[in-house]
């Protein structure tokens, strides 16, 4: 099934793309459980629909014009109940590779962004596609805008193969620990952190309370137990951060955002 007639050409075209390379590298490496890839639908409804979503959700907090009014349309709603949310921009025949919506390139210049172990390059891949961080034919090169972070290195080169299948030229993957936030945060001075199954609020603040300086906003697509792994956060780093839920979906999705206090 395609992508519903709302999202532009050719980023409708870019995410079916990335489907079918994550299957042809799914053969080779463990990147996804099959049965998440069985179908292109069942993968843009529980995959790709989630991650649009979360870009929707990032814009509006950050304050950057919707891809809706970059483009003087409306958003339509998704197709699929289960996620009811508004993640796709409509459709324009004024949309074409090279008139892209101003959202990307309000993203590119001012909130260079970090995904931590960016592993299969959910949600990495999909938010660059959104915001237009992709060449079309007879496109300058894009300054590198965002960094997916992988410790693994046959996943860090399969993620190289698909950035560069997709032209996604404004993509650096990075080959290293978590460990090294504080250096990639001081070289590249990104707007704001992503993640998407990485790890346990527990364990995930506590790795990067020492890592993250204050105030850089990390947003989190995660599942309806978010409030019971907060509520397990020792009550030391609890201190440490705020969290905000800014939006919760249909299928118990959220999307949090944590900043040090």
């Known amino acids: 099934m395609n992508l519903p007639s709302s999202a532009p050409p050719l980023a409708d075209q870019q995410l079916k793309n990335y489907y079918h390379l994550l299957v042809a590298w799914n053969d080779k490496l463990n990147l996804i459980a099959p049965q998440q890839i069985a ?28 891809t809706s009014e970059a483009i003087g349309q409306t958003i339509l709603p998704s197709t699929s109940e289960a996620i009811g ?12 590779q090279n008139n892209r919506p101003q959202v990307a390139s309000a993203v590119g210049q001012n909130n260079r962004f970090i995904d931590l172990g960016s592993g299969n390059g959910l949600p990495a891949i999909p938010l660059a596609i959104h ?30 193969a698909m ?18 936030l504080p250096d990639l945060i001081d070289q590249q001075r990104p707007g704001f952190i992503t993640a998407r199954a990485l790890l346990p609020l527990p364990k995930l603040l506590p790795l990067l309370s020492p890592l993250v300086p ?38 118990g999705g959220v999307v949090a955002r944590l900043e040090k206090k």
């Open 214 to 251: 204050k105030h850089l906003p990390l947003y989190l697509l995660k599942g309806a137990k978010i409030n019971d792994e907060w509520r397990d956060v020792k009550n030391s780093e609890k201190q440490k951060w705020r969290m905000d839920i800014l939006a919760t979906n249909h299928a």
């Open 163 to 180: 950035v560069g299948d997709l032209r996604l030229n404004a993509a650096v993957v990075a080959r290293t620990m978590v460990e090294v």
């Open 85 to 96: 949310q508004t993640i796709l921009p409509s459709n324009s025949e004024a949309v074409g």
């Open 39 to 66: 179908s292109f639908d069942y993968f843009r409804q529980h995959h790709l629909a989630p991650c649009l979503w979360l870009a929707e959700v990032i814009g509006r907090d950050l304050g950057l014009p919707s």
């Open 131 to 160: 915001w237009g961080f992709y060449l079309a034919a007879g496109d300058k090169p894009i300054t590198p805008s965002f960094i997916m972070v992988e410790k693994t290195n046959k996943k860090a080169a399969a993620l190289q």
